[in-house]
């Protein structure tokens, strides 16, 4: 049996857990289809919290994050079961301000993975390898889904949700970005005029 790591990441997680399962409380009947029927696909970025700006409890919403917040082939698979077999009623597509997505191209990724595996930085002269050594062409295959206009990614997504041949034309899907300087969730006006047209 191989030693748990020694990462302090590791063991703060874990201590965490513990304090928060010896609270868990009535947590244990939450159902399994979200309480107030909506579904939220919205960036991973670690300064966004659904949970408070949307005014979300344990057991209310579902929330689905990957990096932009972008209607992915895989957010798009999770909001047709958020609906289908757990009866989620409206959608929001949540991106926000300073988003890293909008501070590199498809191809700029895959040029640096193709170089290497190791993280990248950034300077004034743009995007860099610190080390070049054990990259991968296989970016070449993965669509980012970078983008250069925060306002048209978000009306572009929910474009694409609502296209989308197994999601419900009656399901309203609104557009939004997250100010991540205020706090505030501000419409984006045209996203939301075709998510619920």
Request: charged share 25%; proline share 4%; aromatic share 8%.
């Amino acid at each position: 049996m191989s030693a748990l790591p020694n990462s302090s990441v590791f063991k703060e997680v874990l201590s965490a857990n513990r304090q928060y399962s010896s609270n868990f409380g009535d947590k244990s009947k939450l159902t399994i289809p979200p309480a107030r029927q909506f579904a939220i696909l919205t960036c991973m970025d670690a300064r966004l919290d659904p949970a408070q700006y949307a005014g979300l409890a344990e057991g209310d919403a579902h929330v689905i994050r990957n990096a932009g917040g972008r209607a992915s082939d895989d957010a798009i698979r999770s909001l047709i079961i958020s609906h289908k077999l757990l009866g989620t009623k409206e959608w929001f597509v949540i991106h926000h301000t300073d988003c890293g997505m909008a501070l590199f191209t498809d191809q700029i990724i895959r040029d640096l993975l193709a170089k290497s595996l190791k993280t990248a930085t950034v300077d004034e002269n743009g995007w860099r390898n610190i080390q070049e050594e054990g990259g991968s062409d296989e970016a070449r295959f993965i669509p980012f889904l970078t983008f250069t206009n925060l306002e048209d990614s978000v009306t572009e997504d929910v474009k694409r949700i609502k296209a989308h041949p197994l999601v419900p034309k009656d399901i309203p899907v609104y557009g939004f970005v997250y100010d991540v300087r205020s706090g505030q969730l501000i419409e984006v006006k045209e996203a939301t005029e075709i998510g619920i047209g």
